[in-house]
């Protein structure tokens, strides 16, 4: 049990539906994160949270949507995805001060989304 | 721009035969390096952060090593469970807390 969960963990969808990612953490932090995870590409870093304040947005395009209502809770809000979204999206958490201390990341087990 | 290259891409192991993996970091002012594990259809586990270069870390038969420019993971007398992709990632001193990770290292390790 890492502490972070996620649901759903499975995910199928066509391109004009509109669906939510719901990630919930447990361990007190104060930072967290989505990132995207495609076959044979390395992590990439998508929203960053901080005391629920959007910190980063490394580029997202706006078809993706997130949306933090507090510390322990992140979302991220899915509408017209495309075919090449297709991943693994994880969410992590971190004690995380805004001076980037405490970086230890702590991962939860991911929604496998496929776009059809 | 922070740039982390692991290699090899792949590595397959007898059980009981020891190796490490590299992870190569360009990065200007480092705040932390991190190794994570990540098993099939399943998000990262923390296991190591290494702070300035000399670092040493151990955990079972896992000693992460940091110098200004790589990090090793050496892996003793490893056992099949620990086949796993192993992932590593920097932190910039001025980029808050933005991890980059570089494309992983897949273990496996045969009885």
């Known amino acids: 049990e890492t502490g972070v969960t996620q649901t759903p963990r499975h995910l199928v969808m066509g391109m004009t539906n509109k669906k939510s990612l719901k990630c919930e953490q447990h361990?007190?932090?104060?930072?967290m994160y989505w990132y995207k995870q495609s076959a044979k590409k390395p992590l990439e870093l998508m929203f960053v949270y901080n005391f629920k304040e959007q910190t980063e947005n490394n580029s997202v395009p706006s078809r993706f949507s997130p949306e933090c209502p507090n510390s322990s809770h992140l979302f991220l809000h899915l509408h017209t995805l495309q075919p090449e979204d297709s991943a693994l999206y994880l969410c992590?958490?971190?004690?995380?001060?805004?001076?980037?201390?405490?970086?230890?990341?702590?991962f939860g087990p991911g929604t496998r989304l496929t776009v059809l | 721009e922070d740039q982390v290259t692991q290699s090899p891409e792949a590595l397959r192991l007898q059980e009981g035969e020891s190796s490490s993996l590299n992870c190569s970091y360009t990065v200007s002012g480092l705040r932390g390096l991190f190794w994570y594990r990540q098993d099939p259809g399943k998000g990262p586990e923390f296991l190591f952060t290494?702070?300035?270069a000399g670092e040493e870390k151990e955990k079972e038969r896992l000693k992460a090593t940091l110098t200004k420019k790589e990090s090793f993971l050496h892996i003793t007398a490893p056992k099949p469970e620990d086949s796993a992709t192993y992932l590593c990632?920097?932190?910039?001193?001025?980029?808050?807390?933005?991890?980059?990770f570089g494309g992983g290292t897949r273990l496996m390790v045969k009885p």
């Open positions: 290494l702070y300035s």
């Open positions: 992590a958490s971190s004690q995380g001060g805004l001076a980037g201390e405490y970086n230890e990341q702590f």
């Open positions: 361990l007190g932090h104060n930072a």
């Open positions: 990632a920097v932190q910039r001193s001025n980029a808050g807390n933005m991890l980059t």
